[in-house]
């Protein structure tokens, strides 16, 4: 049952990423390539990555702890993806629009597959608390990168605000805010 959970979290946000690709007029490289600037997409492409490799390693027979860990990692990415899209985008953007197509699976499904795979299927090895704070990298990686497009970078290089982060420039409370909080859901993965 763990490597069907892993393959199909792989297989679902294979074929969502490539729906990106898909325009107005058929096939479009540029717009497939600029969704990788949505931390739902990358979450959800770097959640999917480990869930492959450790579906792999379970079929080899061994799992080393490095890809346990970049799958633990992964899950907390998507579950960030998750929260924030219940508790901060759903309210002001509106849930039909963030839970519809295939952004039903990389907002919801697919975060809802990593948690139950990674959380009740794949107790591989003890996660201490220390280790446990590693999920906190995508998050701060992401979020400095964010900042500096959507902020600090040259005007004309810039970013729409499309989290709405920056809001009445707000953003240093809106980058504590992901940070406490993905602190707190590592503590819960952790717990879990």
């Not at 839970?99 to 990593?114: F, Q, V």
Request: include cysteine; aromatic fraction near 16%.
């Amino acid at each position: 049952m763990r490597i069907a959970l892993d393959l199909t979290i792989f297989i679902c946000t294979a074929l969502a990423w490539l729906s990106c690709f898909r325009g107005e007029n058929g096939w479009d490289r540029q717009t497939g390539l600029a969704a990788l600037r949505y931390f739902t997409i990358l979450s959800n492409l770097f959640c999917a990555l480990a869930a492959l490799a450790l579906a792999l390693a379970l079929l080899g027979g061994f799992v080393p702890r490095w890809i346990w860990l970049w799958k633990y990692v992964g899950t907390a990415a998507v579950t960030v993806t998750l929260l924030t899209v219940l508790v901060f985008l759903g309210p002001s953007v509106g849930y039909k629009e963030l839970l519809s197509g295939r952004d039903l699976y990389l907002h919801l499904i697919g975060p809802l597959l990593a948690i139950v795979s990674f959380c009740f299927c794949e107790r591989l090895y003890p996660l201490s608390f220390p280790l446990a704070l590693t999920a906190l990298a995508p998050v701060i990686l992401y979020g400095s990168f964010y900042l500096y497009k959507v902020v600090l970078c040259p005007e004309e290089k810039r970013w729409e605000d499309f989290y709405g982060f920056n809001k009445d420039g707000k953003w240093p409370v809106s980058f504590l805010a992901m940070l406490v909080s993905s602190f707190i859901l590592c503590v819960l993965l952790w717990a879990l």
